[in-house]
């Protein structure tokens, strides 16, 4: 079997994937590793990726999947013992396979790492990251988490045999991880594996995801729920957005190193969480019947 399985979702196969693919290509050779690019963009010159990268294998999806069908896809075709999850927007550090392995060492299920952002970050991809990543930006020790972020995530396949019901519309890390906290395993983020953001997805194209996966993260949720609760969560959509906020601001003002950026983009964040919350609201309207996995974007 493999050591370790490493997973390219590529919705968009843009100029970040080169780069992506030139840092897991400097690291473990096979057998020991294998490199896995799920590509969901449909776009011709991802054919002088694969020639570039003849240690890859790629799988080519149709453009209507999203980022958790790609990982799912991916998940179906490996067999390596550790399966280790990221994007095309995140290039892996020197080390990252390695540290990955080294941290599967310990009993724990699910290992998740450090995300760091690039230095040519514009203002919106500094947003998308306070957004998307502020639990785990460095320093910090390492530690228990309810949640691990999927674009800087491992799992042991064994672990991810149980969930493999969870996956029918794709791997959502939320309710993956839920499920094996519940089955009371432990999720383990550790600082040494690091990514970075390397950003360059548009600003318009995330707020419409952001509104897609909120609808869909509550939607999902409302399967447990009556019609009451259902629409009192609704009600209560407006506070989500103010909880998001201080939990941010909270970890960025905690940590420290980028308070001055966190300002400068504070309004595009506030954008992108009110995108959330009025999906996350509205999935809770509709509820569980009208839920749909989002597609692409």
């Not at 995801?209 to 869909?216: C, M, P, Q």
């Not at 309004?267 to 509820?287: D, M, N, Q, R, S």
Request: with cysteine; charged share 20%.
């Amino acid at each position: 079997m493999v050591d370790i399985s490493v997973i390219v979702a590529a919705p968009d196969a843009g100029s970040n994937l080169r780069e992506c693919l030139s840092a897991l290509a400097s690291q473990l050779q096979p057998p020991e590793l294998e490199i896995v690019v799920v590509d969901g963009s449909e776009r011709r010159d991802v054919e002088q990726l694969i020639t570039d990268f003849p240690a890859a294998r790629f799988l080519r999806l149709s453009a209507s999947n999203s980022i958790p069908r790609l990982w799912s896809a991916g998940i179906a075709a490996t067999q390596g013992r550790i399966v280790a999850l990221t994007i095309e927007n995140c290039a892996p550090s020197p080390d990252w396979v390695q540290k990955m392995l080294t941290a599967h060492e310990a009993p724990w299920p699910a290992v998740g790492g450090a995300i760091e952002i690039g230095p040519n970050a514009s203002l919106v991809d500094w947003a998308i990251y306070f957004c998307r990543y502020s639990s785990h930006i460095l320093p910090f020790s390492s530690r228990f988490l309810d949640d691990l972020p999927g674009d800087n995530c491992s799992y042991k396949h064994e672990a991810l045999d149980q969930t493999r019901d969870l996956m029918s519309d794709g791997f959502w890390e939320t309710f993956i991880n839920y499920d094996m906290r519940r089955r009371g395993q432990k999720l383990l983020s550790d600082p040494s594996p690091v990514v970075t953001y390397l950003g360059g997805i548009p600003g318009w194209q995330f707020f419409r995801r952001r509104y897609i996966h909120g609808r869909y993260f509550s939607a999902r949720r409302a399967r447990d729920f009556t019609s009451a609760q259902r629409l009192m969560r609704a009600a209560a959509s407006p506070i989500i957005l103010l909880l998001l906020l201080n939990r941010i601001t909270g970890r960025v003002w905690r940590n420290g190193r980028h308070r001055s950026k966190y300002l400068t983009a504070l309004p595009l964040v506030i954008c992108f969480l009110l995108a959330w919350t009025a999906g996350e609201g509205l999935g809770y309207v509709t509820g569980p019947k009208a839920i749909k996995a989002p597609g692409r974007d």
